[in-house]
């Protein structure tokens, strides 16, 4: 197929530009009434904004111009069905642990995943058994998992209805996937992976393997966080005979909008036309410009550059990732994430000729770190037991649970009763119905006074947890 077409977004503007009369929502009516302070940005985005009337198709029933973005979308990842969503890779990862997973079924999953994962395993009802990932001692953060792990999880848990994994991770690190997807295959496991950081690994072997091509079941991407799509747009790639089709698309329909925004559907057949044309060229400038970024960074004497299996990813390691971060927003450069010991850069995949700012980013950087101490020792080495765990209280028994606050100090040994998620990257540090570490309790401590971002933990800025009142350890 072409993949310079791109049929959606083709049709949006063949619709606007012959000055249609609308009479159907949404309400702004091609842009035509709306407020005058948002006219100015909004104004060329709104003629896009359509409905599902003659010649723009349905997301939940596609007959034209988005079914044929998704056949090209399909034929570029060479799967037996691809979806766009318009929920982000979140909808995508409900969607298909509902679709794969029935209540009480037991699931292997990889402890360090999005908290998406864990939600649709809580809604589903099943009964999660976690791998432990490996410990990546240079960039200070839980890695993926190995090959002895998930054989160790089969050997103790034979009865397994899913493998679910995380893949690359949010630096960018990978490992062995392609042994782990063939493992639990032999067992006949199908594997689910939420590749939310690799929509652009099939754009050449300048990037790893994407779990597309190594031959998971089920496959999520988020296409905005490194394709030229809109925030929320994503895909999901079905590849699978153990994984009802049908019971997929039921979910997909019953979670996503049935009034999906046309603008972000439209840069989504503009990102896959992005990423199917991507060509040896644009391989070979990406490298070069990586290249010249990277070694202008490495020449600052106070940071300490890593460099994770995906090249759009670039760790900053300094003595304090939070004081990092905040230096460079003063000086208007905003990065991912940072964590104690890292700040993490998204860099941009760039097509030839491309023009991009990152000589005068690494300028900056090198400016706001003048007076930063040095901060090249690598982060302490943290000890991840490869152990394999489940919850201490199942799903259906936390409902029947009640449950109370108490002191950080005094919550180790107690089962948590809600999620603390430091975020971004959105990978859950004590989940409800597992037994609180002092590791744990210390982790969140640091957080707090580091101010880091954290989702849940309702009661943290007074120093408590929530936790089960009848469940002690």
């Known amino acids: 197929m072409e993949q310079s077409k791109t049929p959606l977004y083709s049709q949006l503007v063949k619709h606007s530009t012959g000055n249609p009369l609308s009479f159907h929502v949404p309400g702004h009516k091609n842009g035509a009434f709306f407020p005058e302070e948002g006219r100015a940005f909004f104004e060329q985005i709104l003629k896009l904004d359509g409905t599902e009337i003659t010649g723009l198709d349905d997301l939940h029933s596609p007959e034209g111009v988005i079914l044929e973005a998704e056949e090209l979308l399909k034929d570029l990842y060479r799967t037996d069905k691809s979806f766009f969503l318009i929920g ?89 996937l392609k042994g782990i997807i063939d493992l639990a295959h032999d067992h006949y496991i199908p594997v689910l992976v939420d590749e939310a950081h690799g929509v652009h690994f099939i754009a050449g072997d300048y990037f790893p393997a994407s779990a597309v091509e190594l031959g998971a079941d089920l496959v999520v991407q988020s296409a905005h966080k490194t394709l030229p799509a809109m925030t929320m747009g994503a895909f999901l790639h079905y590849q699978s005979s153990s994984v009802s089709l049908s019971k997929l698309k039921f979910y997909l329909q019953a979670l996503q909008s049935s009034s999906p925004s046309y603008p972000l559907m439209a840069s989504l057949d503009l990102a896959r036309s992005f990423l199917g044309t991507y060509n040896q060229e644009d391989l070979i400038y990406l490298k070069s410009e990586l290249k010249k970024f990277k070694e202008k960074l490495e020449e600052i004497e106070s940071l300490r550059i890593l460099s994770g299996d995906d090249p759009l990813k670039l760790t900053i390691q300094s003595s304090s990732g ?35 700012r990152l000589l005068e980013a690494a300028e900056m950087i090198a400016e706001a770190v003048r007076t930063m101490p040095e901060g090249k020792n690598k982060p302490g080495s943290k000890v991840i037991k490869k152990t394999i765990s489940t919850l201490e209280v199942s799903f259906r028994e936390m409902e029947k649970q009640q449950t109370e606050s108490v002191l950080l100090q005094d919550a180790v040994g107690r089962v948590c009763a809600e999620q603390i998620i430091p975020y971004p990257p959105g990978i859950p540090l004590s989940l409800p119905g597992e037994v609180l570490t002092e590791d744990d309790i210390n982790t969140i401590q640091f957080l707090k006074g580091k101010e880091a971002k954290i989702q849940g933990g309702e009661h943290l800025h007074a120093g408590k947890i929530k936790v089960f009142k009848s469940w002690r350890i």
């Open 322 to 356: 939070f004081e990092l971060q905040a230096r460079l927003e003063s000086k208007g450069i905003y990065t991912e994430l940072a964590d104690p010991h890292n700040v993490l850069l998204v860099l941009p995949l760039l097509k030839n000729g491309m023009k991009h």
């Open 88 to 176: 982000g890779s979140t909808v995508g990862n409900l969607a298909m642990i509902l679709a794969a997973v029935e209540e009480d079924d037991v699931v292997l999953v990889q402890r360090n995943c999005h908290k998406s994962i864990m939600n649709a395993l809580k809604l589903a009802k099943a009964m999660p058994v976690f791998i432990c990932p490996e410990y990546n001692e240079e960039f200070g953060v839980a890695a993926g998992l190995n090959r002895d792990s998930v054989k160790s999880a089969i050997s103790q848990h034979p009865d397994a209805k899913a493998l679910i994994l995380t893949y690359p991770n949010y630096y960018g690190l990978a490992y062995d």
